[in-house]
Nanobody, 119 residues
Framework: VQLQASGGGLVQAGGSLRISCTAS????????WTWFRQPPGQQREPVAA???????TYMDPVKGRFTISRDNAKNTVYLQMYDLKSEDTAAYYC??????????????WGQGTLVTVSS
């Protein structure tokens, strides 16, 4: 299984960006996705999550500005980011978790995509 994140880049403050992460090697429609981020010199933290049923959860600093969504047919999760701020600068990582057909836990991480917001 591989998770490939993409879409990061340099954006001005107040701008928008959409990042995505695609899983290959199976059907992950029954798994939950989470986006994490790790600002320079800081610890990794969760940003937004979406369950297999499509329920979403957001960290307070991004509520109202970020939207997480998923396309099960493409095994892909998206993070649409609006009104970006300098404090959103970070490496963004996708995480995929769920029970597989062998009834064991899958935990997969993407390689990270860098988002830089210039003020």
């Amino acid at each position: 299984v591989q998770l490939q994140a993409s879409g990061g880049g340099l954006v001005q403050a107040g701008g928008s960006l959409r990042i995505s992460c695609t899983a290959s090697g199976g059907d992950f429609s029954s798994h939950g996705w989470t986006w994490f981020r790790q600002p320079p010199g800081q610890q990794r933290e969760p940003v937004a999550a979406i369950s297999k049923m499509g329920d979403t959860t957001y960290m307070d600093p991004v509520k109202g500005r970020f939207t997480i969504s998923r396309d099960n047919a493409k095994n892909t999760v998206y993070l649409q980011m609006y009104d970006l701020k300098s404090e959103d600068t970070a490496a963004y990582y996708c995480n995929l978790v769920g029970l597989n057909s062998r009834k064991t836990m899958d935990i997969f991480w993407g390689q990270g995509t860098l988002v830089t917001v210039s003020s």
